[in-house]
């Protein structure tokens, strides 16, 4: 199973980024898709995350700024991110889970930054 992520990147205050990630080689049904952030310096924290119903979890700090959403059908999960502001700088991961086990991506850097 490879988790390949896209669209981080440098954007200022008030910008937008949308973060990809596909999950190629999985069999199994994915029963969960997830984002995190590592900050320098700081754990790995929740996102978002997406489970197989279509429910959604968005943690507080990103509510109404932030939007993950899925195409089943290419094993892919989105991270909409608008309004973006420099404290959402960090590392960016993917989260796949199926019956097998848990997968990350490599993590992509989004800095936000006038």
């Known amino acids: 199973v490879q988790l390949v992520e896209s669209g981080g990147g440098l954007v200022q205050p008030g910008g937008s980024l949308r973060l990809s990630c596909r999950a190629a080689?999985?069999?199994?049904?994915?029963?969960?898709m997830g984002w995190y952030l590592q900050a320098p310096g700081k754990q790995r924290e929740l996102v978002a995350g997406i489970f197989s119903d279509g429910t959604t979890t968005v943690v507080d700090s990103v509510k109404g700024r932030f939007t993950i959403s899925r195409d089943k059908g290419q094993n892919t999960v989105y991270l909409q991110m608008n309004s973006l502001k420099p404290e959402d700088t960090a590392v960016y991961y993917c989260d796949v889970r199926n019956r097998v086990g848990n997968y990350w991506g490599q993590g992509t850097q989004v800095t936000v930054s006038s």
């Open positions: 080689g999985i069999i199994y049904r994915i029963d969960y």
